[in-house]
């Protein structure tokens, strides 16, 4: 049982070892190729991936060579990383929940709109600063660039991301006859110019948000599975290291039957 579950704990800490490289390469992937350059999902990835590697190592040095303060250490940090990814898996899947296009009659895309995203996400694309540093990424990702040539035909036709949808265009609801301005707040927002289109619309905001609810619904499966596999491994470690404890201080049944020594009985001589 001793060696079984050390080779059980030893071959599942290989795993998350081996596991926790492409949890930070996809990170710094993302973080390069974001159209929207968002960090705060790539950030929780990084961290959770270099934690996984140290804690890993860490089991995985405790449970082959027997080291039964790498095993402690590693159960510890192990129950925190737990709680801390079910607790942010939890508010992901919280502030998801919201969100969701709206379908624009005659057309594929879909467009969005502010208000139908959770509180907590609409503050942070609100935030000026905040909202700067994101129009610059998506100007320097050319997104409108790729759709600039369409027809009106291929509006009719074609599909779009969300941020494209909110970004590149004015809302379909708009009508712009005789100098006249029709259909809402985005509307008026709107502007021809390369470097402003309808980037300081609501529109955008909500697409960009949708960009980034899609992405973190995927990173919560992802999560969810991790979580498995870690309390799988956490399990299995509590068994490493109660064996280990026990090969340290092995323990002899006979110690507790050992005979004292007695002065014999009155007939011993008979």
């Not at 991936?49 to 159960?75: D, E, H, P």
Request: hydrophobic share 45%; charged share 15%.
């Amino acid at each position: 049982m001793y060696r079984f579950s050390n080779t059980v704990i030893g071959v599942l800490n290989l795993l998350t070892l081996l596991a926790s490289i492409p949890i930070i390469g996809t990170a710094l992937y993302k973080a390069r190729s974001s159209t929207t350059c968002e960090n705060f999902l790539q950030t929780p990835l990084l961290v959770i991936g270099f934690i996984i590697l140290i804690v890993s190592l860490a089991g995985f040095i405790g449970a082959c060579f027997n080291v039964a303060w790498a095993l402690w250490v590693y159960l510890v940090v192990m129950i925190f990383l737990i709680a801390t990814l079910m607790g942010l898996t939890l508010f992901g899947l919280v502030v998801t929940s919201q969100g969701g296009g709206v379908e624009v009659p005659g057309r594929i895309y879909k467009e969005y709109r502010l208000g139908d995203y959770h509180p907590w996400l609409r503050e942070r694309v609100r935030d000026p600063e905040y909202w700067n540093s994101i129009r610059s990424c998506i100007l320097s990702s050319k997104t409108c660039t790729k759709i600039e040539s369409w027809t009106t035909l291929d509006y009719f036709q074609r599909d779009m991301t969300s941020v494209q949808s909110g970004c590149c265009k004015p809302p379909t609801a708009c009508t712009y006859e005789a100098g006249v301005v029709d259909g809402g707040g985005d509307c008026f927002r709107w502007n021809n110019g390369v470097e402003m289109l309808c980037y300081e619309c609501d529109a955008c905001k909500a697409g960009v948000l949708e960009e980034i609810r899609l992405d973190w619904r995927k990173l919560s499966v992802v999560n969810i599975l991790v979580l498995v596999l870690l309390i799988a491994v956490y399990a299995a470690g509590c068994c490493a290291f109660h064996n280990t404890r026990h090969a340290a201080h092995p323990y002899h049944p006979s110690d507790d039957n050992r005979m004292t020594r007695v002065r014999p009985r009155w007939d011993y001589y008979w």
